[in-house]
């Protein structure tokens, strides 16, 4: 376990590409490197952008309204990730860069959410350069909504800050950060 007094991470229960930290840790002697080296290597080594993301990051639950919650999904320049708090520790994990991410309760997600009525792979989240993030149900029997809208399998739904996204059981919000000029356009 490595833990900060803003981080903690443990290494061995780790989900594929996500960095895990917890801001209520108590331990001030070792450093947090699981969530700098995920941000530095998503951000190309640029400590300015690094800077820039960083309280979007710790701050994100400050934003959530109706849950508990929250999948936040940000952007700097044209690269896109994701941090969450979607866990049985509420701690914030951030994942790698990408433009798609499964999320449901199988080993293959890049978001693991252990909750009943999530399938294996229930839904994906995908970002788009041009028009920005949207969510698609993978034909699940308990469905994917937002807003309270079902979705209708593979298709494509874009998400806007403060949308609420029900998976099975589990309602989060959906928040958005872009740290720098918006790379999509509302044509």
Sequence with gaps: M???????ANAGQQSPGIAPINPGSSNPA???PWILDTLFRNLSYDLEQVADVID?????????YRTD????GIVAEERAFLSTNINSDRAIQVTLCGTRWLLGQGS???????QPGIADC????NFDPLQGFF???LGTSGGTWVNGRRLTPTQRHYLQDGDLVKLGSLRFEFL????????WHDD
Excluded: K
């Excluded at 958005?176 to 790379?183: G, L």
């Design 2 to 8: 490595v833990s900060s007094q803003f981080f903690s």
């Design 30 to 32: 070792a450093s947090p």
């Design 56 to 64: 979007p990051i710790l701050t994100a639950q400050n934003h959530c």
């Design 69 to 72: 919650w929250y999948v936040q």
């Design 108 to 114: 293959r997600c890049t978001v693991a959410m252990p």
């Design 122 to 125: 229930h839904a994906a989240l």
């Design 135 to 137: 969510i698609t149900d």
């Design 176 to 183: 958005q950060q872009c740290c720098d000029q918006p790379v």
